[in-house]
């Protein structure tokens, strides 16, 4: 596996005022796999938040080399930052940061208008695209309640639909499960889980929660905008069911193939 995410030394520096800087983040380093599961943990203020906002390119480094896919991007500028991020990233908050008098259809078609290139995606398009990915996470049948008319656990699986919608390989998440109950939690674990292992995207969540890290393969633990342990996960707890349709079958000519998960759910649809 390669790394997709390659951060040396970064460091986030904010200069209140002449003799006040806040260290946000003091030179962390650390490399992410494709296709992995990660949690990032650690006490209030330890820089978690600062350190999404940079793997997110929502935000830029003070110093230090983040290298995102092989591509240099702590010198990039604002707009080769928002092209990056289209392009590559999915990002998802705390406080779902919905429009909420606006239907979910059209809370998850929004990146798509935005795209820079927004113009060749057709309306028909985008509806499609935004159908396919509330389908993804389950809300088929809620794609014209306004946020305002769903739970908070629904209202954060259209935030991870509006995150799928450009076809994103990573998914970063500041404490998605932070304003849910234990039910709605474990049911955004199991989407984050499913997305990892069926297409491969690499998912990077922050958490206070153990339990919620256990879903993971490894943590990643802040303290004082420093990066003190990376730990794997032993005991992955997996909530996530694969469907149970990868089968070999006889064909007529009696060699064996394997139906694919797609095929195989076009088949039983
Ligand atoms: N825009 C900013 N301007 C000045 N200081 C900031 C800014 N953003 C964050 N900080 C400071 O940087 C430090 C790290 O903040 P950060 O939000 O990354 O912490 P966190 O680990 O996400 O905390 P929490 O668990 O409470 O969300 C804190 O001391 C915070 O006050
Ligand atoms: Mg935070």
Do not use: W
């Amino acid at each position: 596996m390669s790394s997709v995410i390659e951060v040396t030394e970064i460091v986030k520096t904010y200069q209140m005022s002449e003799d006040n800087t806040v260290r946000a983040l003091r030179g962390v380093s650390f490399n992410i796999e494709e296709g992995d599961l990660v949690a990032i943990m650690g006490p209030s203020g330890s820089g978690k938040s600062t350190l999404m906002n940079v793997l997110g390119c929502l935000d830029r480094p003070t110093s230090g080399s983040y290298m995102l896919g092989g591509q240099e991007v702590a010198t990039l500028s604002d707009q080769e930052l928002a092209t990056v991020r289209n392009r590559r990233i999915g990002f998802v908050f705390q406080s779902f940061n919905l429009l909420s008098r606006t239907t979910a259809l059209e809370n998850v078609e929004l990146p798509l208008l935005y795209a820079r290139n927004g113009a060749s995606v057709s309306s028909s398009e985008r509806r499609k695209r935004a159908v396919e990915a509330l389908e993804s996470v389950g809300l088929g049948d809620r794609l014209r309640h306004k946020s305002s008319q769903l739970s908070g656990g629904q209202q954060q699986r259209v935030a991870i639909a509006r995150a799928l919608v450009n076809h994103p390989n990573m998914i970063l998440a500041d404490e998605p499960t932070g304003n849910l109950d234990s039910v709605s939690s474990a049911e955004i674990m199991a989407i984050f889980q499913r997305l990892n292992i069926e297409q491969g995207i690499t998912v990077i969540f922050v958490t206070h929660e153990p339990d919620i890290a256990a879903h993971t393969r490894r943590i990643l633990r802040m303290f004082d905008g420093t990066l003190v342990e990376d730990e794997r996960v032993a005991n992955q707890v997996v909530v996530y069911k694969a469907p149970q349709v990868e089968q070999q079958v006889t064909t007529q000519d009696t060699s064996q193939e394997t139906v694919s998960i797609g095929q195989a759910q076009e088949v039983l649809a």
